[in-house]
């Protein structure tokens, strides 16, 4: 496993702009497919962005319809560190966004990711 601590949530207004972090620990943070999903209040934790680590589609970069050309996820692995650049916010965006390491190339499902940080709350008024 890995550890991970996620920050950057906040409030902020419709049309704003916040980037969230995700801090992982252990040396084979390069190796992992790191992925973001949230989850807001009586609904189900929803996919919203990975990056695999394995496979012929390492590197590549993968998103929920919903926050496709709005979101961009990336990763620094000298920093071992994951981001999630969330722009043109909408109050549906409103949840706690979730990162999350996996150990292969699947990346939609949370049963394909075997740690999780403990969640940063993201609000977004209209």
């Known amino acids: 496993q890995v550890q991970l601590v996620e920050s950057g949530g906040g409030l902020v207004q419709a049309g704003g702009s916040l980037r969230l972090s995700c801090a992982a620990s252990?040396?084979?943070?390069?190796?992992?497919?790191m992925g973001w999903f949230r989850q807001a209040p009586g609904q189900e934790r929803e996919f919203v962005a990975a990056?695999?680590?394995?496979?012929?589609?390492?590197?590549?970069?993968y998103y929920a319809e919903s926050v496709k050309g709005r979101f961009t996820i990336s990763r620094d692995n000298a920093k071992n560190t994951l981001y999630l650049q969330m722009n043109s916010l909408k109050p549906e965006d409103t949840a706690v966004y979730y990162c999350?390491?996996?150990?292969?190339?699947?990346?939609?499902?949370?049963?394909?990711?075997?740690?999780w940080g403990q969640g940063t709350q993201v609000t977004v008024s209209s």
């Open positions: 252990g040396r084979t943070f390069n190796e992992y497919t």
């Open positions: 990056v695999v680590a394995l496979g012929a589609w390492s590197g590549r970069a």
């Open positions: 999350a390491a996996g150990a292969t190339p699947r990346y939609q499902r949370s049963l394909d990711y075997d740690s």
